[in-house]
């Protein structure tokens, strides 16, 4: 029997998604999952683009251009005026999501075993990605302690060797919900200039910045060469099944690399485009009430986790993220035992273990991932649930649990299903 | 300024698209441009298909399934049974186009340096996926004077080598149209078993075939660890655009690895999936209908261009190319000079330079792939057009060329735009 690659081996498993196939089993064994899991947005897809798609009168669905429907990146181009300053329709290329942006920047920028310093923790995928090009990652640790604030210019500066070829950030920050200054990506552009890197920024939850404005890099003068910016309409415009994505670079060397990659993929998905250019006519309007409910739905998660003992949060500034201390020490068990042996009212939380945010083994063993893309009501009760879980989970095997629960919750109990304790 | 990376610089344009900067000015200079470069149908997508997109009433366009949507791979399963025998849902994996099925094909099998026997001509962007793979395609010739049959199995065995992974093919075949018959996959299948190889096989035109029936890979006992099949809707249901494809094996090493790939980049495209399981419920007419079409066309192509001189073409067996010699020594300029230098009734030609489906650079230097995927009207219009821009071509700088023209074909000229001679 032939054996498949070492390279397909040694692929981790997304983090966010490993742990389905329990929360499959909790689901047929009739426990409600509450998905804190994954930045999948229960907020409505815009519905005149819906309506686009269903009034769409093509009798046939051809390949479109390699770069996207000229129309879509005319859009884009327009929308990204307001914080990138002038944008050409040629500097975008609509890409199958931001997976397939991220890819193409990492092909058409580095090499085999060139370096790519990331901060971590880093956007789990980030480690598939830079596996599958075959780059190195050099994660640079950023700490809970700061609320995960970009690591000073040092630390990057401290790194970088003859084989760096990128600086890659998420900004704002997914797992973290973080936002990097002005400032603060100033210095970065300093050093960018100074060793003649890329640097590539994830910024596709830049419409959510809850307190500080946001700044693209795409808006600093005389870097143009260096800058690659990664995009989706898959979190802006709760469009995650539509696949697009974007990459923006005036970078006209790098336009010519990617679309050779483009071609080779021959185009993105039709109906996804056609869904996005309606998206990008409703963006204002759309973009501030969704702001306005995930507003809401950080101070709430970040007023209930608080409330919970061992707990160590913050209020992120950034994104529908927040990467949080659970009073355990090793949290990928516990987010297994969240859907293998708890119910609570027959529900349980599905949390996305923090240790898969971060190249270094040691690191995030006791944090979480938690999104905020659930209702508010939701969100209440999965917090109320994760709660009980952490008192339960932390006093497993002591006596007189049950009692213990049945006193201080004298909700009425859903008849349980087997695995509820 | 940032260096892009050596292998985005080495990567190949497509030589299906490469031309496409000619075709856009020939365009905009009005001239009318028949193409017969790309596998791109104008039989129009299944209407209920197309109509069940319009009736969708989610409001809310989420991730879907990493290996697509279960009801998709149950409607494929099925479909399958006619030509594979039993294939179970979990065997099939919805991709982003053939195009990512290929790519997860030859990561999953192959390590870097790993070697692909391939049958040459191949479709092009074959090469492109090896590249971005890191994997080295070992190129086994095949001949136009055999209406490119496959080579024996003695020439795949003398190109064995202890880095060989896999036997890649395309049957029915693109750019060739030629099928391969069970007896032909039966030799092959004998070695992939002795040297423990996998045979990978592009099926995307399997319901294409004219003459004779078609044989899966899938459909022979006893190979099934070795057996991994690519697919598409694009071509059998018209819906490039779509970009939905398949990878269909039922090794579950091989199925594992894919399953992280496939995670790594969340989902395949949600309006492409609900367009395929329409199609799928309406594939026997549908196809019944298609295929009627192109073996009409397929005639056509092959009466007409049998009528020029100097041509050396087949009636082809399967899909819906051609693989023609042409009397010229340079097809590549010859195709680059249809559109540049060349239009007839203010129409042109626009073609696929053979040379870009070999490896060996010495090979098709006159030949051209032709998609017969026009209509009747046009085809025979296209073809005629062919000719006479042969006749041009061969006899530039000769004196007396336009009035030859005007003798030969007394039909009204329309006024030629500038490039028109």
Same mark, same amino acid.
């Given at each position: 029997m032939p054996v498949h690659s070492r390279r397909g081996e040694t692929l981790s498993h997304s983090p966010i998604r490993v742990l389905m196939p329990y929360a499959r089993a909790a689901k047929a064994a009739g426990t409600h999952v509450y998905h804190l899991n994954i930045g999948q947005p229960d907020i409505p897809t815009p519905p005149e683009a819906l309506d686009a798609i269903r009034k769409n009168a093509e009798t046939i669905i051809p390949y479109g251009p390699s770069e996207g429907l000229p129309t879509l990146r005319e859009k884009v181009a327009q929308y990204y005026e307001k914080f990138a300053g002038s944008i050409s329709p040629n500097d975008v290329f609509v890409t199958t999501g931001a997976s397939e942006a991220i890819l193409f920047a990492l092909f058409s920028c580095c090499d085999e075993f060139d370096e790519v310093i990331i901060p971590e923790?880093?956007?789990?995928?980030y480690l598939g990605f830079g596996h599958t090009s075959s780059i190195r990652i050099v994660p640079i640790p950023s700490s809970i302690e700061t609320?995960?604030?970009?690591?000073? &210019?040092e630390k990057f500066e401290e790194l970088?060797?003859?084989?760096?070829k990128a600086i890659f950030l998420c900004n704002p920050g997914n797992p973290t919900g973080c936002l990097y200054s002005k400032e603060e990506l100033a210095q970065l552009m300093k050093l960018v200039i100074k060793y003649d890197l890329f640097l590539i920024v994830d910024? &596709?939850?830049?419409?959510?910045?809850?307190d500080e404005k946001f700044t693209s &890099?795409?808006?600093?003068?005389?870097t143009h060469e260096h800058v690659i910016v990664i995009d989706s309409i898959s979190k802006v415009f709760s469009s995650c099944g539509a696949r697009v994505g974007f990459l923006v670079t005036r970078n006209k060397a790098i336009q010519k690399v990617v679309e050779k990659y483009a071609q080779l993929r021959l185009c993105p998905p039709y109906y996804g485009q056609k869904l996005a250019e309606v998206c990008y006519d409703y963006a204002e309007d759309y973009i501030r009430d969704a702001k306005a409910e995930y507003t809401k739905r950080r101070t709430i998660l970040y007023e209930s986790l608080k409330q919970i003992e061992g707990v160590k949060c913050y209020l992120p500034?950034?994104?529908?993220?927040n990467m949080t201390q659970l009073p355990v020490t090793d949290a990928n068990d516990f987010c297994k035992w969240l859907l293998t042996d708890f119910t609570h009212h027959g529900s349980t939380v599905m949390l996305a273990p923090g240790s898969g945010f971060y190249l270094h083994k040691a690191y995030g063993l006791n944090q979480v991932r938690i999104a905020y893309i659930l209702n508010e009501h939701d969100l209440r009760e999965s917090v109320e649930c994760l709660k009980i879980a952490l008192d339960r989970y932390n006093n497993r095997g002591k006596e007189g649990i049950l009692n213990h629960y049945v006193t201080e919750a004298p909700v009425k109990r859903v008849l349980a299903p087997s695995n509820d304790m």
């Open positions: 923790p880093f956007y789990a995928n609320e995960f604030q970009l690591p000073g &210019v970088i060797t003859p084989t760096t910024e &596709v939850y830049r419409e959510f910045c809850y &890099v795409l808006s600093f003068p005389d500034k950034a994104a529908f993220y």
